[in-house]
């Protein structure tokens, strides 16, 4: 009896030790079983994140697609290009689509193949395409497969193309199914886990039992009890697949796509360790129970705790590796992580996180705001708040001031009521896709903008794009321009092959193409055109593109013809021009030689006469024969130096020459004129220098006053000068008669005159004021003419300042002082000796006519030999040699006084007479210090010549 009831006590103790480690065993299976949800839960809501990321992606690459500040016309225009360029950057997409809000396709463009399967349902694309326009968000479909299977299944991601009135249009992307498979398969799965995605209708998107791209049960519904345990809501529940596979499951609904990621564990993985745990227990009891037999109830007691405190180490070393494996995913990822509390409380971070925010500070306890400043008036600060309060996630992408960065955010509801944040610095990407966006507008602008053809060509030198000017200028065939080389289709036959050689010649040196061809119109005209493209070069110098234009040069073409044609004759125009020149240059050194001569015999033998007429009668009449040949110089004077002007045979010898002493010396001798007439004269300096030729200056201003003086009958003349920063202005002022209005233009004009109808040589001859017009062209200064009729004329004349210079005081010319005294009144015995050259007979003997009466001693000679000859045979030194300086048998008179001086051995003084006006005469005299003088001269000027040499060299 005491035996049995000692078994009966034994068990009965041994009893509760059995009922424990059972009661262990169940709560150690759901320990368990709440690790590994926790686990698959976390590993489900990665693939979600996959797949969103993923989606988003597709998402993001079409709203770049459709931002765009171009009319709706011109996107609807170029959609079909760019969808074409987007489909070659993205092979996993095999249609784009652009849909207008009446349900119609306005432009639909395949990777090619049959159209993709498109699902017309309450739920299919168009449902989705109408939802777009309604809410003006994007919208993802489910599934779309084709039964049999010709092509491979996809799903549809639609983003709104907003206008000026809301969404306008609609553009949709057909992407492959097998994208996400591959997206899940790159992320990475535990061998035997299974991941199936499924949209909003229960149908497979994708699975990662699938091998095929045309997987036949894509589009599908999975297994039935998948189905149940999704409906029934439950956290983590068993099911099967296709392959007839236990699994444990859990599910994430994305709130981007509305897709249900469900993640499928083994349930041998969960099972077999319980299924071991039980063995071991109901092991243990009867272990227990036979030991308890053995030892008693001690052992039995010391049995239960350390199988109690093994259990509680088991199920901290489990926690702790769930925990650290959650830790290590978090920290390897590329995304910043955080998470916080209901209180705001930061209670975990990743290093990404702390390198972002913080600098790489552990936060890990502070308030989220106070690491995050100023986020409360940014999206930060209320998204996360609809997340802590709606319970919903949330994704965004935001500027954040603080750290000058764009982040790209997806927040989600913790169950303790705080939030985690997944983020990612976009700062890059946003600047990238800004600037390639703000690039791509600029030069699409730039190309639709310039008149010219713009063009892109493929390294080959296919063309791949053109601007909007190529339609206007091709018309229907605009579309075959940019295929390829079928642009070579609308170039002229014969141009086609150089045309190919110069694209060769490009290529082989990557250099700058450049060619001329002729390019067909729409109206099948040949025009011109220059092409010329530059090559893109990549870091190893191999072309990747080509960017041109096409210029219409037809009409330039023509004209370069034309202008060519001109030129030619033009040419031809010129070489007769310079014939002609040559022939006026010809007639006027012939005329002015040929006139001249005979004029200065008359000249000489007039002033003869005068001392040989004793009768007023005969004095009244050389007076006028002496006022005839003067009218008759001044003639000639005039029209030679017109003729010289306008043949360029004058070359103006520009210095800085000082005013004050010109103008002195050009007004002194229109003073006693003046005088004469009974008007005042005045003079008004201003100092300094001016930049001109002294000559022609004085010649200007000579001829002003003269007209000054002429014209003013009553009043004043007035010479002012100012100078006005780098300019000075020289007025001639007068009181006479003025200008009329209508006359102030032909005033410049050869032989005009106001107020001489008649011709009325008298009066001048109209030639002085042409003279002065020309001058003043000639040196490059202003002049011009202001006048009041009856109240007199302001001749004014501009000219540049120039450089102070040293000035020597000059006593000003007097044109009226008389001729020094002739040699006659020389002493007796000290008669000058003249020697004169000349081949005109008539001024030789008119020369030593006039000598003669002067008291001279001539020897004439009608050339050099013979003048030589003579004066050898006398050996009388002359005091004076003048010289006609064109002599026949082409010789000068240079020649005749060098040869005389070198005769004697001394520097006889010499004057050369010419006709001339060109600069030969003047370079050869002034090389050798002779003085010149031109013909027709009177004997008073030649008398004052003579004069000043001999004082010269007594000096």
Partial sequence: MKRARLPTMLLAAAL??????????????????????????????????????????????????AISDRSAERRRADFPAQAERMLAMRPDWTALRLSDRDGGTEADVRRGGPDPPRDAGPDGVEAEIAAVFRYGEPRVSGILADPARAEEPVFAVSVPLFGDGGVERVVTAYVRAWTINQALRDQGVSPGWRIAVLDEDGSLVARTLSEDPRDPGIGGPPDATLLDGLRRGLPMFHATNALNESLYVASSVSGLTGWTVALGMPAALVDLPAKRTLSAVVGGGILAVALALGIGWLLARSLMKRSAAERRLLQLELAQASNE?????????????????????????????RSLLTGGADVTGRLLWDVLPGADTTAFWHEYHRVATDRVPAEFEEFYPALGAWFYVRAFPLPDGGIAVYFQDVTEGRRARDALS???????????????????????????????????????????????????????????????????????????????????????????????????????????????????????????????????????????????????????????????????????????????????????????????LDALKVLLDGLLDISRLDADAVEPTVEDVPLDPLLDQVGSAYAKVAAAKGLSFEIHPCGGTVRTDRTLLSRILNNLLENAVHYTESGRIRIDCRRTGDTVRIEIQDTGMGIPPDHLEDIWKEFHQVGNPERDRNQGLGLGLAIVDRLARLLGHRVEAR??????????????????????????????????????????????YAVLVDDDAIVLLGLQSILRDWGYDVLAAGSTDQALDRLGTSGRRPDIVVADYRLRGGRVGTEAILRIRELFGSDIPGVILTGETGPECARDAAAHGFSVAHKPITSHQLSLAVEKLLSDAAD
């Fill in 16 to 65: 509760p030790i059995v009922l424990f480690a059972a009661a262990m065993t169940v709560l150690f299976d759901r320990q368990q079983t709440r690790s590994w949800e926790a686990v698959m839960h976390q590993a489900t809501a990665a693939a979600r994140a996959t797949v969103d990321e993923r989606v988003t992606t597709i998402r993001i690459a079409l709203e770049t697609l």
């Fill in 325 to 353: 494996r959650t830790a290590a995913i978090l920290e390897s990822t590329s995304d910043g992580v955080f998470e916080v509390n209901p209180g705001w409380r930061i209670i975990f971070i990743n290093s990404r996180a």
């Fill in 438 to 628: 703000d690039s791509e507008r600029r030069y699409r602008f730039l190309a639709e903008s310039i008149p010219q053809i713009v063009w892109t060509a493929t390294p080959d030198g296919g063309v791949d794009y053109v601007n909007g000017r190529l339609k206007t200028y091709l018309g229907a065939k605009e579309e075959s321009f940019s295929d390829g080389w079928r642009w070579l289709e609308n170039l002229h036959p014969d141009d086609v092959e150089s045309t190919r050689e110069a694209w060769r010649n490009a290529q082989t040196t990557a250099g700058v193409y450049e060619h001329e061809h002729r390019f067909r119109r729409h109206d099948g005209m040949f025009r011109w055109h220059l092409a010329r493209a530059l090559p893109m070069l990549d870091e190893t110098g191999q072309v990747v593109r080509w960017f041109g234009t096409s210029t219409d040069i037809h009409d330039q073409k023509l004209q370069q013809e034309a202008l060519q044609a001109a030129r030619d004759e033009a040419e031809r125009a010129r070489g007769v021009a310079e014939q002609a020149d040559l022939a006026k240059s010809r007639f006027l050194a012939a005329a002015s030689h040929d006139l001249r001569q005979p004029m200065q015999s008359l000249f000489l033998f007039a002033d003869s006469l005068k001392a040989h007429i004793a009768d007023r009668e005969g004095a009244d009449k050389l007076l006028h024969l002496r006022r005839g």
């Fill in 787 to 832: 006048s009041a009729l009856g109240r007199g004329s302001v001749f004014s004349i501009e000219l540049p300042a120039g450089a102070a210079v040293e000035t020597r005081g000059e006593a000003p010319a007097n044109a009226s002082a008389a001729p020094p005294p002739p040699a006659a009144a020389a002493p007796a015995g000290a008669r000058r």
